[in-house]
């Protein structure tokens, strides 16, 4: 019998005789073994199911998959491995890489860090000149476009730009340049912390603004000069002609002359000036021209400073000065611009001076004066004598600078000793305050300016891994010296007796009458006179403009606080106040990490000693 064979080729079957039953000859049927040699392949099993008689088998243990025999239970275990590692594994990594990506989101902002960016938008409520686009103080507008015009003999820009000081419209020099000062000293060193909160381009921005103008106020590309312009604006005492004070307008609409004020000595002003250049250098170290040039001017605005026909205090004499910001001596100044310059310059000829011991005696630096640890626009002993205390935690330069560094470094400490409750060293209110002012008016700027240096203090001792100082036999923790400094901006911001923030716009309740002309006249399009404004000096309703981020001048010795435009020692703020303000809660806000930048103040310092010479040659027989 012959039948096709559907896989190639044919084949016979044959049935043998003695088979007389279809079951027996079934059983029976042999191959013709010879038929499938040699021009057949064997068959293999499917095929040999379709034509043998069906045969009982036994369920497979194994499975053939090619070039591998595995078990049943084998082969369902590595299936279960490989679906879990496709959920697990694999589905993840493919979703990861498909979906839309996301960036986690900043985590919030402490109080700290709320007040600090209110802090600084205080700065572009006061700025002077053509205002940048991007100020973001719509009540503001450009102002004091004729500033200095005809009066600066070296510069074609006079003097336009700048700052107006507090709530009138004068322009302050020696304030301004401490503001400077103190805003590039907390860059330095809590850049992180600024670039966290996304305010570090805008507070370089601020610092800008103040040094391109401190530029304007001396020859800054002479290597020598003979004068400084330190002052546009401002007002005699009692005086009843136009001018700043007596006058209540917009300084957009300030119609009234504006006088200029020289100095051709003045060795306090041009020390402040060269620390707050050399100090604006550091921070703008990733632009080398400008940079450079910031440093050039605080070496020539020292070097007249230590002229020695120039050494008296620049407010000496003068009735448009004096009664505003009179300055009491000016070694403090020396000890301050030379350590700035030292940093900024690596000249050690400026450590020299910064520690040269007749400065100290001069200043009365180590002398038991409780008013000279209170810091202060008048007053840079404290915060020099930290500064170089910086120098000694983290260089340790060694002779022959180690005994007045070793002398500052205690008496910083006597300091830091002072502030604290416990000593009794100065009175405090019932509410919490430090009066560090002996209870005169506008108390909060000094109560800033001492929170920054107790809380920097902790952080340069923190990061020299010391846990605390002695206040004679007494051990004092940083715990509790950064408690003295968070209590005190605390109060600031609203924990106090009249539960009121004396920062304008942060909380609910704080100062809505501040003494401030820009602030308290509305841009309704109407220019009012010199007199015509006075109707919203004296009026009792709120200002029409909150001038947020302004630190008023604070209460008064029992805590009380009166909120009343015309009473300017309760309700005015100042720069100098707000950049010590923003000094303090850039050092004392968690966001961007705890701790300072070590090492980038001393990048321009050279090494201290030799280096290593290199080893002999080889000796040769």
């Not at 909160?197 to 001396?218: K, M, N, P, S, V």
């Not at 002052?231 to 004070?245: A, F, K, M, Y």
């Not at 940083?478 to 911001?493: C, W």
Request: hydrophobic fraction near 35%; include cysteine.
């Amino acid at each position: 019998m012959h039948s096709a064979n559907h896989w190639g080729g044919s084949f016979e079957i044959y049935s043998g005789a003695e088979s007389t039953t279809d079951d027996e000859k079934s059983r029976n049927i042999e191959w013709d073994k010879a038929a499938l040699q040699p021009q057949h392949h064997h068959l293999d099993e499917t095929q040999q199911s379709w034509l043998l008689y069906p045969q009982e088998t036994k369920k497979k243990k194994y499975v053939d998959l090619g070039c591998v025999s595995c078990s049943h239970k084998a082969l369902k275990w590595t299936l279960y491995a490989f679906v879990f590692a496709l959920l697990v594994i694999a589905l993840p990594t493919i979703l990861a890489k498909t979906l839309p990506k996301h960036k986690s989101k900043p985590p919030p902002a402490d109080n700290y860090t709320i007040a600090l960016q209110k802090a600084l938008l205080f700065f572009n409520a006061q700025k002077s000149g053509k205002l940048p686009k991007n100020n973001g103080i719509p009540w503001r507008g450009d102002s004091g476009l004729q500033d200095g015009n005809g009066t600066i003999d070296f510069s074609k820009a006079g003097l336009v730009g700048g700052y107006y000081d507090a709530g009138d419209n004068s322009k302050f020099h020696f304030p301004m340049a401490f503001a400077m000062t103190m805003l590039s000293w907390s860059v330095i060193e809590y850049r992180q912390k600024y670039e966290a909160i996304g305010e570090y381009q805008h507070t370089r921005d601020l610092i800008r603004w103040g040094t391109d103008y401190l530029l304007l106020t001396f020859n800054s590309s002479a290597s020598k000069i003979d004068k400084i312009y330190c002052q546009v604006g401002g007002s005699r005492n009692g005086s009843t002609l136009p001018d700043d004070h007596y006058c209540w307008q917009r300084p957009e609409d300030m119609e009234y002359p504006r006088p200029v004020q020289v100095v051709n000595g003045g060795a306090d002003l041009a020390g402040e000036m060269a620390a707050a250049l050399a100090a604006a250098s550091i921070v703008f170290r990733d632009n080398k021209a400008y940079s450079e040039k910031l440093a050039k001017g605080a070496a020539t605005v020292y070097a007249f400073a230590r002229d020695n026909g120039r050494r008296r205090a620049y407010s000496s004499g003068n009735d448009y000065i004096e009664p505003y910001y009179n300055s009491t001596g000016y070694y403090d100044e020396y000890i301050w611009g030379a350590t700035w310059l030292y940093y900024a310059t690596g000249n050690i000829s400026y450590i020299k001076l910064a520690t040269e011991p007749g400065f100290s005696k001069h200043s009365k630096a180590l002398l038991s004066i409780s008013d000279l640890s209170v810091p202060s626009w008048d007053n840079k002993l404290p915060a020099a004598m930290l500064l170089l205390t910086r120098y000694r935690l983290f260089l340790n330069p060694g002779y022959p600078y180690e005994e007045m560094l070793s002398m500052y470094h205690k008496k910083t400490e006597l300091n830091m000793c002072s502030y604290l409750q416990q000593f009794n060293v100065f009175n405090w209110t019932k509410g919490g305050m430090v009066q560090l002012n002996k209870g005169r008016p506008q108390p909060l700027q000094y109560v800033a300016n001492a929170a920054f240096l107790a809380s920097l203090y902790v952080d340069y001792l923190n990061a020299t891994r010391v846990p605390g100082f002695n206040c004679g036999p007494q051990f004092i923790s940083l715990d509790r010296l950064r408690s003295f400094a968070m209590s005190q901006i605390n109060y600031i911001l609203g924990d106090n007796p009249m539960k009121m923030s004396y920062v304008v716009g942060y909380g609910t309740k704080f100062p809505r009458h501040v003494h401030h002309r820009g602030a308290s006249i509305p841009t309704d399009k109407t220019r009012y006179s010199c007199t015509g404004g006075w109707k919203w000096r004296d009026s009792s309703k709120p200002n029409p403009h909150n001038i947020t981020g302004a630190m008023v001048g604070g209460p008064d010795g029992f805590d009380q606080f009166r909120d009343v435009r015309t009473n300017y020692n309760f309700t005015e703020p100042t720069l100098a106040g707000n950049a010590v303000l923003a000094a303090a809660l850039v050092s004392l806000t968690s966001n961007g990490g705890i701790g300072i930048d070590k090492n980038s103040i001393f990048t321009a310092v050279p090494p201290l000693y030799p280096p290593t010479p290199p080893p002999p040659p080889a000796w040769k027989p």
